[in-house]
């Protein structure tokens, strides 16, 4: 088998990993069930991934290997995080987008076992690294003034809110919102980015002094 064979035949199984943890949840997911899916037998299957939690990680790798670099350029800017966090945004969106079935995935697994996520994060600590250096030019231009001062916590749940909770609640907005049509939802989505982007500018903006008349 060629290396690009090889390529292709993980991908195909990463993916029908994607859909069988999504379905079922990690507890529930036996390898069976994703040779099925892929349409490979369970021997065949553990010649490329002989667990799921080697599956796992390799999905989580692939998200964090597309998000990753593009952050790091962004923070690693000299400019404030005014500037910072649209782009951010941005970079979560398209993550978010390209694989709409698995926040739902992540936030069942955050509720089931939080623990089994962390252990998967930190098995590559380096990726904490970018977020850390982050949280602590927030709290820097806050002390400045340059931010709002605000618990990092309401910043950090109201973008994921933002982001996540639509693809959450497709099927019910597509249904009361969009007469049913997924391709409007798939429009709402593409623009609700400058609404997100919107509203945390707004959040962390200082407010302005006001001047009292003369």
Known sequence: MSTEELQDM???????AKRVFVRKGYEATKMSDIALEVGLGRTALHYYFRTKEMLFDAIFGRLMGVLLPNIEMIVNEPVSCLEKIPRIVDQYLMIVHANPSFPIFVVNEFNRDPDHLYRVILKEPERLGL????????LEEMEKGILRKIPLVYLVSTLMSLVVFPVL??????NVFFEGDPR????????RGTFIKEVLIRLLTPDRPKVEDE
């Open 169 to 174: 609640a497709r099927n019910p907005l597509t």
């Open 131 to 138: 977020f850390l250096r982050l949280r602590e030019q927030m």
């Open 10 to 16: 993980e991908s195909r199984i990463i993916e029908a």
């Open 184 to 191: 409007k939802f798939e429009v709402f989505l593409q623009e």
